[in-house]
């Protein structure tokens, strides 16, 4: 069974930074994509970041510039590094992991807590 932790989450005031990570274990293996995703209160999950094997990005018009996505293959590891955080970057951050072959399938995490406020 597949199982992605994440970590990272908090409380940081506006212009602040936060790293998210997020580890994948159990029966994962040939992963094509990570990514995350957040949710904010009323709004529906929304695509931040994501990162295919081969390393090339994907980011969400809202957060170029400001967000790092990047990856650990060997560790099966997903990592955010947010800068200059925003009021509006408040939400639940879910990662994703897209793995297997063919078709593959799809495990989320559980989802860590990012508030931005003074």
């Known amino acids: 069974q597949a199982q992605l932790v994440e970590s990272g989450g908090g409380l940081v005031q506006p212009g602040g930074s936060l790293r998210l990570s997020c580890a994948a274990s159990g029966t994962i293996f040939s992963i094509k994509t990570m990514g995350w995703y957040r949710q904010a209160p009323g709004k529906q999950r929304e695509l931040v970041a994501d990162?295919?094997?081969?390393?090339?990005?994907n980011y969400a018009d809202s957060v170029k510039g400001r967000f790092t996505i990047s990856r650990d293959n060997v560790r099966n590891r997903v990592y955010l590094q947010m800068n200059s955080l925003k009021p509006e970057d408040t939400a639940v951050y879910y990662c994703?992991?897209?793995w297997g072959f063919g078709a593959g399938a799809t495990a989320w995490g559980q989802g860590t807590q990012v508030t931005v406020s003074s």
């Open positions: 990162i295919i094997s081969g390393g090339i990005t």
């Open positions: 994703k992991v897209h």
